[in-house]
């Protein structure tokens, strides 16, 4: 078997390819990506060395308009990876039906390791490096994993600087004095939320009867935990990166997100004020937090998280996919002949790029909306899509993830097609 993260993202492709009735061009298209770029980061070090840093961009398709992704930083970036989230946003996009093709960037490195000084010169010199490949009618990044609203003014400014011109467009996920849109910060989470509210309705299911682990405890993590827990549902489980923590009463989520905050770690910890203590809990690793016998559990950290080797271990009746491609197509087999529900990354974490439109849309027309504006459209077109999505899945009686992806393949197959396909010149030889 290949070890390639693309060659297996493919493989949903394949499957979705056999409910859709599509021209030989849109296939063939949708197997390439459509550019890819690779450079070469030259950062002056604080200590006055010169280290070279490796970067990516790759634009996957731009069949239904300029492409969108977010740039990530992290030891594990390579082309593959790249290659492989650019195709996935490219999919994400239509499920959304956003005017974006998909994209995606990142550097190969250890964030932890660089002072912010030499983390803004890296992450200007990749825009030095990537400047002609992106624009906000071109390629339009954002934030990934280890990149936040800071990176993506530094990457605003830097390209404003090289073409003379602010050109906020260019970069969505920006602070909002930049340009930025109120709730683009919460926007996985709060999508991945108004998904979960409406598939757990359909399923009758009460939050306080609905106990929840999440892997992972950034941007997307945190926050849909704590969305989850104000609303009822019994989140028992969180961990990031050192490991995790479970207590079967459930956790005090805001007391843990003011610890990660001030600690860099998280704790078991309940605060009342100022005041915090340690409540009774297990420290457990990621592995253990995956095999939990849970209601909801919630990847929202890596891929290739559950794989052929511990799906068995899986417990929980639904899976959420905040993270990006968590699930290989091999687990996702298993987990189908367990009865296990997946709702695939494509919808669920769809929440940020749909706000990073919304934030383009404002940079664009220059008029800036209200967060109650930017979460009630939110909330309308992920409730939106989920619901077609459930519907195509109940009529083709497939999984969640083939549906969204038909979903998809449908609007990009009209789009390319309305370019012409070979019946359409062949029709009147
Ligand atoms: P982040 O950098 O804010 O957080 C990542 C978290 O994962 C951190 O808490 C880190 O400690 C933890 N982590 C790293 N390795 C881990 C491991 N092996 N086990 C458990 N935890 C681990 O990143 P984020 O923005 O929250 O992104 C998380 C996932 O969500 C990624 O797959 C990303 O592609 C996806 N996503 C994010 C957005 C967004 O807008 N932030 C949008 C769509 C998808």
Known sequence: MSNSLFADASKRLE????????SEDTIEHLKYPKASLAVSIPVRMDDGSLKI???YRVRYDDTRGPTKGGVRYHPNVSLDEVQSLAFWMTFKCAVLNLPFGG???GITLNPKALSKMELERLSRGYVDAIADFIGPDIDIPAPDVYTNPMIMGWMMDQYSIIKRKITPAVVTGKPIAMGGSLGRDTAT???AF???ESMMSKMDRLPSETTVAVQGFGNAGAIIAELLSKVGYKVVAVSDSQGG???KKGLDIPSIRRYKTSSRGIQAIYCEESVCSIVEHEVITNEQLL????????PAALENQITEENVNNVKAKYIFEVANGPITSAADEILATKGVYVFPDILVNAGGVTVSYFEWVQNRSGLYWTLEEVNHRLKQKMVEETNRIWAIAEELAISMRTAAYVHALNRLGEAREAKGTRDYYLSDR
């Open 189 to 191: 989470a709060m999508g």
């Open 291 to 298: 095999a939990l016998d849970v209601d909801i559990l919630i």
């Open 15 to 22: 499957k979705a390819l056999k409910y859709v009735s599509l």
């Open 103 to 105: 994209a995606k960037g």
């Open 53 to 55: 840093f490796q970067g």
């Open 194 to 196: 108004f998904t979960i």
């Open 245 to 247: 923590i479970y207590a």
